[in-house]
Nanobody, 115 residues
């Protein structure tokens, strides 16, 4: 079963940028869907963005135009480029996939947007 490890979180000022990475333990070439979710304190986990095997993407309305998801099959990695960050983007960000009916989450990486 695939294991996912996120990295790249941290503290950033409003308007700044971060790039999150999700490293998979196996080849992602045949994994149809990989996503980023986030969860802020007291809130439910929400879907941020999804990238499909062919490279097409979906992005939540709240981050559209600011966040970009991508995948690099050669590196078995998925990325989330986050620009123009706002305090309300503060959350733990999780990488997720569900391959062959087996949902898999990473451990999460904290993103804090504050001055």
């Amino acid at each position: 079963q695939v294991q996912l490890v996120e990295s790249g979180g941290g503290l950033v000022q409003p308007g700044g940028s971060l790039r999150l990475s999700c490293a998979a333990s196996v080849s992602i070439f045949n994994i149809d869907v990989m996503s980023w979710y986030r969860q802020a304190p007291g809130n439910q986990r929400e879907l941020v963005a999804t990238v499909f095997r062919g490279g097409s993407t979906n992005t939540a309305a709240s981050v559209k135009g600011r966040f970009t998801i991508s995948r690099d099959n050669a590196k078995n990695a998925v990325y989330l480029q986050m620009n123009s960050l706002k305090p309300e983007d503060t959350a733990v960000y999780y990488c997720y996939t569900n391959q062959a009916g087996r949902p898999t989450w990473g451990q999460g990486t904290q993103v804090t947007v504050s001055s």
